[in-house]
């Protein structure tokens, strides 16, 4: 499994920007950027060489380890899974290219797109301080849905916190073109909250009645079990650095990346798994772990007096095959 923490080259990249640039100065600029995306902005307030290293100094080792979770999940589910080619939609800084060429050596052709100018800089700046990216095929400036209309198809298209900032509309579209694009795998990744998972269970829904067919997390493809307010969303824990508390204005060596995410392909999988949707509660009695099965929703109970299947279930952690 890839590793959620940024990839020291990645972390060298960023460091070496960060020198001369007030911590505080960043840590401002962040704030602002931070509160515009979740008021539904977008990367609007991402206008200079500055607003792009501190939006991705506090947010790009979130967003990407989100992302490898992601593919990591997918992974499991197909480990024979090995793309020559990637799509970036909405690339930003580049966050899920670099996660992407993390999992999968296979990757020999990297294209990215996106519509902010600043971002897109620095994306390059970064790629270009790692052998592998550098090699990065192109990387389009302009809207997602009119440049992802003429790319070319890739094995594996993502699109990561970006169908946020659409409207219903807009969202639609860019779905319909990133499956059009899509040789074999799309994953789309958005905030693990209620709006977040309305938005992956729309583009799920819509995508399967086009003949997708989901990979990860659900074990099937038939409408989502859970029922309101319940949503599905899952937990990736990662490492500050020190130049990310800085920014964040945070303490806590830690962060937790809560997201919802869903991989699609154009091959069915047979035999999915079970998907574990909460920590489990381990008791003195019995463990409880809430599971999404290809049946629906279970709460599978292990009983402690049967030892071997209770020594298993303690090493359950939410968002793991079953």
Request: glycine share 6%; hydrophobic share 45%.
């Amino acid at each position: 499994m890839t590793s959620p923490d940024l990839p020291a080259e990645l972390r060298a990249a960023l460091n070496a920007r960060l020198e001369g640039l007030s911590r505080s100065d960043a840590a401002g600029r962040a704030a602002i950027i931070s509160q515009t995306y979740r008021e539904g902005g977008g990367s609007s307030t991402i206008k200079t060489e500055t607003d792009a290293l501190a939006y991705a100094v506090a947010r790009m080792p979130a967003t990407y380890a989100a992302v490898v979770a992601s593919l990591n999940a997918l992974s499991e589910i197909r480990p024979d899974f090995a793309p020559a080619s990637l799509l970036d939609v909405g690339a930003g800084p580049g966050t899920a290219t670099w996660a992407a060429a993390e999992a999968f050596s296979s990757l020999q052709a990297f294209t990215l797109l996106d519509a902010n100018v600043a971002l897109r800089t620095l994306a390059l700046d970064l790629t270009r301080r790692s052998d592998r990216l550098r090699r990065i095929t192109s990387y389009e400036l302009g809207q997602a849905r009119t440049y992802a209309a003429h790319a070319e198809a890739a094995d594996l298209v993502i699109a990561s916190y970006l169908i946020n900032e659409l409207n219903d509309a807009e969202r639609d579209a860019l779905t319909d073109v990133m499956w059009e694009k899509t040789r074999d795998t799309l994953l789309v990744v958005e905030p693990g909250t209620p709006a977040g998972y309305a938005r992956i269970i729309a583009l799920r829904t819509r995508l399967i009645a086009a003949g997708a067919h989901v990979i990860a997390p659900c074990p099937h493809d038939g409408a989502c079990p859970l029922v309101a307010p319940d949503w599905c969303h899952f937990s990736q824990r990662l490492q500050r650095s020190r130049a990310h508390k800085q920014v964040k204005g945070a303490d806590a060596p830690f962060e937790d990346e809560r997201f919802a995410y869903v991989a699609l392909s154009r091959a069915r999988v047979e035999d999915r798994p079970a998907r574990v949707l909460a920590q489990p509660d381990v008791g003195k009695v019995e463990i409880a772990a809430k599971l999404c099965t290809p049946d629906g929703i279970v709460v599978a109970k292990v009983p402690r007096r049967a030892k071997a299947d209770y020594a298993r279930a303690r090493r359950w952690r939410w968002g793991d095959t079953v």
